[in-house]
Protein backbone atom coordinates (compact mmCIF):
# COMPACT_ATOMS: atom_id res chain seq x y z
CA UNK A 1 0.00 0.00 0.00
CA UNK A 2 1.42 3.61 -0.82
CA UNK A 3 2.04 6.31 1.74
CA UNK A 4 -0.77 8.18 0.76
CA UNK A 5 -3.39 5.63 -0.18
CA UNK A 6 -2.03 4.78 4.24
CA UNK A 7 -2.62 8.13 5.04
CA UNK A 8 -5.90 8.40 3.04
CA UNK A 9 -7.33 5.59 5.13
CA UNK A 10 -6.00 6.55 8.92
CA UNK A 11 -9.50 7.47 9.93
CA UNK A 12 -10.90 3.92 8.97
CA UNK A 13 -8.38 2.24 9.80
CA UNK A 14 -7.55 3.53 13.03
CA UNK A 15 -11.62 4.29 14.11
CA UNK A 16 -13.17 1.29 12.52
CA UNK A 17 -15.20 4.07 11.03
CA UNK A 18 -17.71 2.80 9.14
CA UNK A 19 -21.20 3.89 7.36
CA UNK A 20 -24.57 2.98 8.32
CA UNK A 21 -27.84 3.16 5.86
CA UNK A 22 -30.64 5.27 7.47
CA UNK A 23 -33.56 3.05 5.33
CA UNK A 24 -32.78 -0.72 6.09
CA UNK A 25 -29.90 0.32 9.04
CA UNK A 26 -27.18 -1.90 7.77
CA UNK A 27 -23.59 -0.98 8.41
CA UNK A 28 -20.83 -1.28 6.28
CA UNK A 29 -16.90 -1.47 6.20
CA UNK A 30 -15.07 -0.06 4.59
CA UNK A 31 -17.66 2.81 4.66
CA UNK A 32 -20.02 3.49 1.21
CA UNK A 33 -21.52 5.90 0.02
CA UNK A 34 -24.71 4.28 -1.39
CA UNK A 35 -26.20 1.22 0.38
CA UNK A 36 -26.32 -1.92 -1.95
CA UNK A 37 -29.52 -3.09 -0.46
CA UNK A 38 -31.44 -0.10 -0.80
CA UNK A 39 -29.74 1.34 -4.32
CA UNK A 40 -32.23 0.40 -6.67
CA UNK A 41 -34.38 2.78 -5.44
CA UNK A 42 -31.88 5.51 -4.81
CA UNK A 43 -33.30 5.71 -1.17
CA UNK A 44 -29.92 6.29 -0.06
CA UNK A 45 -27.71 8.09 -2.00
CA UNK A 46 -25.91 11.09 0.31
CA UNK A 47 -27.80 9.75 3.18
CA UNK A 48 -25.40 7.39 4.37
CA UNK A 49 -24.11 7.77 8.12
CA UNK A 50 -20.88 7.49 9.31
CA UNK A 51 -20.61 5.08 12.35
CA UNK A 52 -17.91 3.30 14.16
CA UNK A 53 -17.93 0.04 15.06
CA UNK A 54 -17.40 -0.88 18.94
CA UNK A 55 -14.32 -3.34 17.85
CA UNK A 56 -16.02 -6.44 19.73
CA UNK A 57 -16.92 -9.42 17.21
CA UNK A 58 -16.48 -13.22 17.15
CA UNK A 59 -14.66 -15.58 15.19
CA UNK A 60 -17.06 -17.02 12.25
CA UNK A 61 -14.64 -19.16 10.43
CA UNK A 62 -10.60 -18.96 9.76
CA UNK A 63 -7.33 -20.56 8.61
CA UNK A 64 -4.12 -21.35 10.06
CA UNK A 65 -1.24 -20.01 7.65
CA UNK A 66 2.08 -21.85 7.35
CA UNK A 67 3.52 -20.07 4.27
CA UNK A 68 3.80 -16.61 4.83
CA UNK A 69 3.64 -13.65 2.51
CA UNK A 70 6.67 -11.80 2.20
CA UNK A 71 7.20 -10.05 5.30
CA UNK A 72 5.53 -12.28 7.47
CA UNK A 73 7.43 -15.29 7.82
CA UNK A 74 8.54 -14.28 11.01
CA UNK A 75 4.57 -14.75 12.34
CA UNK A 76 4.66 -18.69 11.19
CA UNK A 77 2.00 -20.01 11.81
CA UNK A 78 -0.68 -17.35 12.02
CA UNK A 79 -4.31 -17.51 12.20
CA UNK A 80 -6.51 -15.52 9.90
CA UNK A 81 -9.90 -14.85 10.10
CA UNK A 82 -13.39 -13.86 9.42
CA UNK A 83 -14.74 -11.78 11.92
CA UNK A 84 -18.61 -11.14 12.58
CA UNK A 85 -18.66 -7.71 14.32
CA UNK A 86 -21.20 -6.89 17.07
CA UNK A 87 -22.91 -4.08 14.15
CA UNK A 88 -22.86 -6.86 11.41
CA UNK A 89 -20.00 -6.33 8.95
CA UNK A 90 -18.08 -9.10 8.43
CA UNK A 91 -13.69 -8.09 8.56
CA UNK A 92 -10.85 -10.06 7.70
CA UNK A 93 -7.94 -9.71 10.84
CA UNK A 94 -5.34 -11.57 12.07
CA UNK A 95 -6.07 -13.63 15.50
CA UNK A 96 -2.85 -12.65 18.09
CA UNK A 97 -2.14 -13.28 21.84
CA UNK A 98 -3.35 -16.88 21.16
CA UNK A 99 -2.04 -20.52 20.25
CA UNK A 100 -3.56 -20.93 16.66
CA UNK A 101 -4.40 -24.53 17.85
CA UNK A 102 -6.99 -22.92 20.34
CA UNK A 103 -9.31 -20.86 18.04
CA UNK A 104 -12.28 -22.14 16.86
CA UNK A 105 -15.39 -20.44 15.54
CA UNK A 106 -17.78 -18.60 17.81
CA UNK A 107 -14.51 -17.03 20.07
CA UNK A 108 -15.61 -13.60 21.12
CA UNK A 109 -12.71 -11.34 20.02
CA UNK A 110 -12.00 -7.59 19.88
CA UNK A 111 -10.27 -5.72 17.72
CA UNK A 112 -6.82 -4.17 18.72
CA UNK A 113 -4.50 -2.17 17.00
CA UNK A 114 -1.06 -3.12 15.94
CA UNK A 115 2.28 -2.29 14.02
CA UNK A 116 1.88 -4.10 10.81
CA UNK A 117 5.04 -2.95 8.96
CA UNK A 118 7.50 -0.40 8.61
CA UNK A 119 8.74 0.99 5.33
CA UNK A 120 12.39 0.53 6.02
CA UNK A 121 14.76 1.08 8.74
CA UNK A 122 13.72 4.99 9.35
CA UNK A 123 10.30 4.93 6.90
CA UNK A 124 6.55 5.33 8.16
CA UNK A 125 5.45 2.86 10.74
CA UNK A 126 2.21 1.42 9.36
CA UNK A 127 -0.46 -0.27 11.93
CA UNK A 128 -3.50 -1.23 11.84
CA UNK A 129 -6.26 -3.65 13.55
CA UNK A 130 -5.95 -7.23 14.18
CA UNK A 131 -8.12 -9.26 16.84
CA UNK A 132 -7.19 -10.33 20.57
CA UNK A 133 -9.56 -12.53 22.62
CA UNK A 134 -12.14 -10.62 24.04
CA UNK A 135 -11.27 -9.99 28.09
CA UNK A 136 -12.19 -13.48 30.10
CA UNK A 137 -13.00 -15.73 26.83
CA UNK A 138 -11.05 -18.78 26.90
CA UNK A 139 -9.71 -19.90 23.61
CA UNK A 140 -10.77 -23.19 24.44
CA UNK A 141 -14.19 -24.70 25.03
Not at 87 to 102: A, F, S
Request: charged share 25%; aromatic share 10%; net charge positive.
Amino acid sequence: MTVARFWRETLRRYNLGASKCPECQAVFFPPRSVCPNCSVHRKSLTKMEACQLSGRGEVYSYTTVHEAADGFEMQVPYVLALVKMAEGPMLTGQIVDVDPKDIREGLPVRATFRRLRADGDDGVIHYGYKFALENGAAAKK
